[in-house]
Structures are given as structure tokens and as C-alpha cells.
């Protein structure tokens, strides 16, 4: 209302007060809508609750002479093409290479094959990446997880030593200290944190 009117006062014809006037509206709209976007892109999701021993009701075998590294994720969750490049710059990057799985989320009721995306088929790819589909999300439940892109490490005698995400937003790659805390743990043993929020979808929906 002020702005209209300051654009009333000002004496300009009224063809061009319509036009100002609604310029105005719609950068208020666009700034609107950016901040809400921005909100929502920094806004983590549920951390796990990830026991602090490997689970021994896992059907996962963890490796005994390195560290396992473990990828819950939706098969549909556009976030988690983020967090699958990074997976793929911290393997690159380290010497010391875990036994690695994805898991991805296969909700009851679901047909065979629902779960293998593009995403699936992504993670596929990595080089000695073991993708698994977690039906009912059985895993996903053992480990604590309730979002997509949650990583866990666990070392060699299957302690926890990291727990959270690695990707710094939603759907955003670059350094973040998810990636550079496995990064280190990976390479030199410790890093300077051993936990990060995780940015993704929901693993399960409500009541489930």
C-alpha cells in the first residue's frame, strides 16, 4: 500500500503506475520465492540415530581389515544425485578405500524394479560400490537412518566414527565438512568432526 501510494504521489501517468506498480509486484514475488527456495535448500533433514556398534542384525557384511561405508537413500529423491557425486569424490580421493554400499529404500507395496533409478543406476557405476535394495527399509531401520543421503563409517572393528551427510545443502555439490571429514577419516585415521546434518527426503513418510 505504500508503495502504491508513493507512485500515486508522484505524478506519473497512469499507464506507467501500472507498470512500476506491478514491477514492484513482482519483485517482492521473486524475492519471495528465492528466500523460500534458499530456506529450503539449508534445511536439514532428520539426523539418524545410528548405533555406536555396527548392528550384528545387519544382513550387510562388514568388512573385518578396513572400514564400511554405508549410503542409505530414496531412489526418487533428486537430492541424492548430489550426494552420490560426492561419494564418488571422497572414493577418488582416498587411499584407503571402505567396503562401500548404497542402499536404496524399497517401500512395501512397491513392483519389482520401482527402486531402480536413475539414481540406482548411478551409484552402479561407482567403482567398487555394492548397491542393495532395502526392502521395507529394514537396513535403513537397523542403522537409525530417516533420510535420504544419510552416510555412516564404521571402522574396521566396527566402532562408528562418522555419522551425517556429505553434501553442505540440498542438491548442492562442493566441499563440505561431511565430504572432508571422510576425506580425512579415510586417509589419516581422524578429522576434526564426526558428525554433519544431512540434507535429503525423508526416508519414510508418516506412520510408517
Given at each position: 500500500?505504500?508503495?502504491?501510494?508513493?507512485?500515486?504521489?508522484?505524478?506519473?501517468?497512469f499507464r506507467k503506475l501500472i507498470l512500476y506498480g506491478t514491477?514492484?509486484?513482482?519483485?517482492g514475488t521473486a524475492g519471495t520465492g528465492l528466500w523460500a527456495l534458499m530456506a529450503y535448500e539449508n534445511r536439514p533433514g532428520a539426523s539418524a540415530t545410528a548405533p555406536q556398534r555396527w548392528p550384528v542384525q545387519s544382513r550387510l557384511a562388514?568388512?573385518?581389515?578396513?572400514?564400511?561405508?554405508?549410503l542409505l537413500a530414496h531412489p526418487q529423491c533428486p537430492c541424492t544425485r548430489a550426494s552420490l557425486g560426492e561419494l564418488a569424490e571422497i572414493l577418488a580421493?582416498?587411499?584407503?578405500?571402505?567396503?562401500?554400499?548404497?542402499?536404496?529404500?524399497?517401500p512395501a507395496g512397491?513392483?519389482?524394479?520401482?527402486?531402480?533409478?536413475?539414481?540406482?543406476?548411478?551409484?552402479?557405476?561407482?567403482?567398487?560400490?555394492?548397491?542393495?535394495?532395502?526392502?521395507?527399509?529394514?537396513?535403513?531401520?537397523?542403522?537409525?537412518a530417516a533420510t535420504?543421503?544419510?552416510?555412516?563409517?564404521?571402522?574396521?572393528?566396527?566402532?562408528?566414527?562418522?555419522s551425517g551427510g556429505i553434501t553442505g545443502a540440498r542438491g548442492q555439490m562442493g566441499a563440505n565438512?561431511?565430504?572432508m571429514?571422510?576425506?580425512?577419516?579415510?586417509?589419516?585415521?581422524?578429522?576434526?568432526?564426526?558428525?554433519?546434518?544431512?540434507?535429503?527426503?525423508?526416508?519414510?513418510?508418516k506412520g510408517t
Open positions: 500500500m505504500l508503495a502504491q501510494g508513493l507512485l500515486l504521489a508522484s505524478g506519473l501517468p514491477a514492484l509486484v513482482w519483485f562388514r568388512a573385518a581389515d578396513r572400514p564400511t561405508l554405508v580421493r582416498t587411499g584407503n578405500r571402505p567396503k562401500t554400499y548404497v542402499l536404496f529404500l524399497r512397491f513392483a519389482d524394479g520401482w527402486e531402480k533409478s536413475d539414481l540406482w543406476q548411478s551409484a552402479a557405476r561407482l567403482p567398487g560400490v555394492t548397491v542393495v535394495r532395502d526392502d521395507e527399509g529394514r537396513e535403513a531401520r537397523r542403522f537409525g535420504s543421503g544419510q552416510t555412516l563409517l564404521y571402522d574396521a572393528g566396527g566402532a562408528l566414527v562418522f565438512a561431511g565430504q571429514a571422510l576425506i580425512n577419516l579415510l586417509g589419516r585415521g581422524d578429522a576434526d568432526r564426526r558428525g554433519t546434518s544431512v540434507f535429503g527426503c525423508p526416508l519414510f513418510s
